[in-house]
């Protein structure tokens, strides 16, 4: 059955000025206009079904950028009282309705939102108040496994990402030594999910990063720290772990390979910037 939202092929019934006439079922004659038609099927067509500007549902070749049910970054193109109206790649913008902003978007700026079918009016609507579509289900990821994020709002620990398209995620802010953007779409790993089904995130594989990246990271957070650091070979690997996520192993190498190149040397138990 053919509902407002879904993708689906439905048959080919006639041709009109307008378009193609497609059977709906219970949503009756849909409308293919012309200028949605990518394919020149004449028995089933695959198309999308949402409303048009007269809140009649109409039908689609083309795909939205984000689908029902899933999360995304859309970009704004204008706005009213009743909200803002973004670009998802069909003729007719996606709503953000006023009391689904959790800021107030600007025209031009991306969003992360979640798209769903209002069941009170039937329309396809965005929100930006996404923490209640994260799935209930307790994620299955081993350690050092690789995800895809969004990074969506930044707190007091660090920077909160959604996970895969269905998880809570964190960057814990004391392992995370680059600056983080809203709408940033990055690679991601896994240092472990929580009891409550949340998920902790690094930039880089635990255990694993490479020494070069390492180097960088080290750079950036002497710099952010006016060139002294209070840890260096000597500390417990719990807290080099702690502090960067890798292994004490790791740290040493990275750290050897600076001072060799003459840009830290160490004193008074930590590492202290001269490159």
Do not use: C
Not at 15 to 39: F, H, K, M, Q, Y
Not at 87 to 110: F, T, V
Not at 143 to 148: A, F, N
């Amino acid at each position: 059955m053919a509902t407002i939202g879904d993708r689906i092929k439905l048959p080919y019934l006639r041709e009109v000025n307008a378009g193609s006439i497609l059977d709906g079922g219970e949503l009756g004659e849909l409308l293919l206009p012309n200028g949605e038609r990518v394919t020149e099927d004449r028995d089933m067509v695959e198309v999308f079904i949402y409303r048009d500007s007269e809140d009649r549902p109409i039908a689609t070749e083309r795909q939205p950028t984000v689908m029902p049910g899933q999360f995304g970054v859309l970009r704004v193109l204008a706005s009213n009282n009743n909200g803002a109206f973004l670009d998802w790649g069909l003729a007719k913008d996606l709503l953000l309705p006023y009391a689904e902003q959790s800021n107030l978007p600007r025209i031009g700026q991306p969003v992360v939102v979640y798209v769903y079918l209002d069941p009170k009016s039937e329309r396809l609507v965005a929100t930006q108040r996404i923490a209640r579509h994260f799935s209930t289900d307790t994620p299955d990821y081993p350690e050092g496994g690789e995800v895809d994020v969004i990074v969506f709002g930044k707190t007091e620990m660090g920077y909160k990402a959604i996970v895969d398209g269905r998880y809570s995620g964190l960057f814990f802010k004391n392992q995370v030594f680059e600056e983080l953007f809203y709408a940033d779409k990055l690679k991601a790993y896994v240092t472990q999910v929580r009891n409550d089904r949340k998920v902790d995130l690094s930039l880089y594989a635990p255990g694993n990063a490479k020494v070069d990246d390492l180097e960088t990271r080290l750079e950036l957070e002497l710099e952010s720290r006016g060139g002294f650091w209070g840890i260096d070979d000597k500390s417990p690997a719990e807290t080099i772990n702690l502090e960067l996520g890798v292994s004490k192993k790791v740290f040493k190498k990275a750290t050897g390979a600076l001072f060799k190149k003459r840009k830290i040397v160490f004193e008074d138990g930590g590492i202290r910037w001269i490159g």
